[in-house]
């Protein structure tokens, strides 16, 4: 749980921002040109599913064979990132979930914990922000025993090839993504997605679902359904991260072919990652990607 709680909690988050522009039906993207020798790839991920094996495609496998290094969201085989996610889940100055809401807001979200299998007690996430607590609930209400993220296998195989490994940003700077918003506002999300608890059980489902089926404008159409809260973040959560990244996906497809794994909701939209490269001089095509 300690590598996927970050890219569980983002992948919640930024699905449920905006996405716009017609896309064909596949994750798995080409990018050429622009004074390339080798094209590199893009594959947008899903942090959590039930089902991640069946996504491991021959598309993809072959993208990753044709790849010298791969690229997520941040450096999943560093063990000094992955324990960060220890150091940067806690809110700042000794705050308490408790201490952002009114008395009986707080009994309700104790009520939530005494009457529901969670991955952890309350008692253990008092301090943690609350945006990883909403995260986590929606994980432990997936309806699997098991759950894989999409980096999980795709870090797996990467291992096996002998394949670099690196990271587009930090967990420190995905910390910093959370510290900016106002700990109450967060808060109050949770209490949201608990008071709501049907409605979000829904969503996750519809979401996977629609990832499964490889559909970027099914998820906008998703995206245009959710109200309020982190929406009004499109430019930290989504945006501003797409925008640091293109500098150095640059930088490392023209070093050696690569392919970049991040999080699906990263790939489309005027401000997406595969328009960005576009407008950058690359040519960026789907690649076909039947799953089994």
């Known amino acids: 749980m300690k590598f996927r709680l970050f890219f569980s909690v983002i992948s919640v988050l930024v699905l449920n921002l905006s996405i716009s522009a017609q896309q064909p039906k596949t994750l798995l993207w080409q990018v050429s040109g622009n004074g390339l020798s080798k094209p590199s790839f893009i594959f947008g991920t899903m942090h959590l599913l039930c089902s991640a094996e ?6 993809l496998l072959s993208a990753l064979s044709r790849s010298e290094q791969v690229f997520f969201e941040i450096d999943m085989d560093n063990p000094g990132e992955m324990l960060g996610v220890f150091k940067f889940i806690r809110m700042k100055d000794n ?3 408790g201490d952002l809401l009114s008395p009986d807001e707080y009994q309700r979200v104790k009520n939530y914990f005494s009457n529901n299998k969670t991955v952890l007690p309350l008692s253990m996430m008092e301090r943690f922000k609350p945006y990883f607590v909403a995260a986590m609930l929606s994980e432990a209400k997936m309806p699997c025993a098991t759950k894989t993220g999409m980096e999980e296998l795709i870090l797996k195989q990467a291992k096996k090839e002998g394949k670099l490994i690196s990271g587009l940003e930090s967990i420190e700077f995905q910390a910093s993504v959370f510290d900016s918003i106002p700990y109450e506002e967060q808060a109050k999300e949770l209490l949201k997605a608990i008071d709501e608890e049907a409605k979000q059980d829904s969503f996750t489902n519809r979401m996977a679902a629609i ?28 945006y501003g991260r797409n925008a640091i990244w293109i500098p150095a996906m640059e930088a490392a497809m023209k070093k050696q072919p690569a392919l970049f794994a991040v999080g699906a909701a990263h790939l489309p939209g005027e401000k997406g990652v595969l328009n960005l490269l576009k407008k ?9 990607n039947p799953v089994r």
């Open 54 to 59: 069946e996504m491991m495609s021959d598309s």
């Open 95 to 97: 705050k308490k979930i």
């Open 211 to 238: 990832y499964l089926a490889q559909d970027l404008d099914q998820i906008e159409q998703l995206t245009l359904e959710e109200e309020g809260g982190v929406s009004s973040y499109l430019e930290l959560f989504l």
């Open 280 to 288: 950058a001089g690359y040519k960026v095509e789907p690649v076909s």
